[in-house]
């Protein structure tokens, strides 16, 4: 089992920035990837970013260029700097964990926490 949890949602006007954090427990392999997803009411969940244990990086085309996802291997935690924030990524975030087996392939469960809501303002 792994559980996340998750902090930094808030309210922010346009062209603010927010971060979030997400700290992963329990049974954390070594090989991983970790990250963001986003859902809006009425829409599906959506991939904002991920990174790999291995640096790898994934990025929505949407945010790309705003926003920066990070790592603290160590720590098991994973970071999302949202800078140029817009009304249209207001959302909630949910933060993402699953093994991978060799660089790339999510292998077993995907695990998922509570979610932090982000509204931005116009």
């Known amino acids: 089992q792994v559980q996340l949890v998750e902090s930094g949602g808030g309210l922010v006007q346009a062209g603010g920035s927010l971060r979030l954090s997400c700290a992963a427990s329990g049974s954390i392999f070594s090989i991983n990837v970790m990250g963001w997803y986003r859902q809006a009411p009425g829409k599906q969940r959506e991939l904002v970013a991920s990174?790999?244990?291995?640096?790898?990086?994934n990025y929505a085309v949407s945010v790309k260029d705003r926003f920066t996802i990070s790592r603290d291997n160590a720590k098991n935690t994973v970071f999302l700097q949202m800078n140029s924030l817009k009304p249209e990524d207001t959302a909630v975030y949910y933060c993402?964990?699953?093994?991978?087996?060799?660089?790339?392939?999510?292998?077993?469960?995907?695990?998922w926490g509570q979610g932090t809501q982000v509204t931005v303002s116009s």
């Open positions: 993402n964990y699953q093994n991978l087996a060799g660089t790339t392939i999510r292998v077993g469960r995907a695990y």
């Open positions: 990174m790999t244990s291995g640096g790898g990086t």
